[in-house]
């Protein structure tokens, strides 16, 4: 069944009477900023759980200083 036209119409009266066309305003801009609050916020986390994801993916073998100077490392103050 759900709600027909007339009753949000009714439910909407009823909140026009209770808060006032003014206080009615800014809640309604007030819950629309929610939501999109809440939305940016959800994506953000998705991004960042999938930037971790390739992260760890792509993270390269740990490398391991065994103390040793590259062959190359001293040419270029001979040149």
């Given at each position: ?5 007339r ?19 800014t ?21 960042e ?31």
């Amino acid at each position: 069944m759900g709600i027909g036209f007339r009753e949000l119409l009714i439910i909407l009266a009823i909140a026009l009477l209770i808060f006032g066309a003014k206080r009615l305003r800014t809640i309604g801009s007030d819950l629309g900023a929610a939501v999109k609050g809440f939305k940016k916020a959800m994506s953000d986390s998705d991004q960042e759980e999938s930037g971790k994801q390739l992260g760890q993916e792509q993270r390269p073998d740990a490398t391991f200083d065994t103390g040793q100077k590259p062959e190359n490392a001293g040419s270029d103050k001979h040149a």
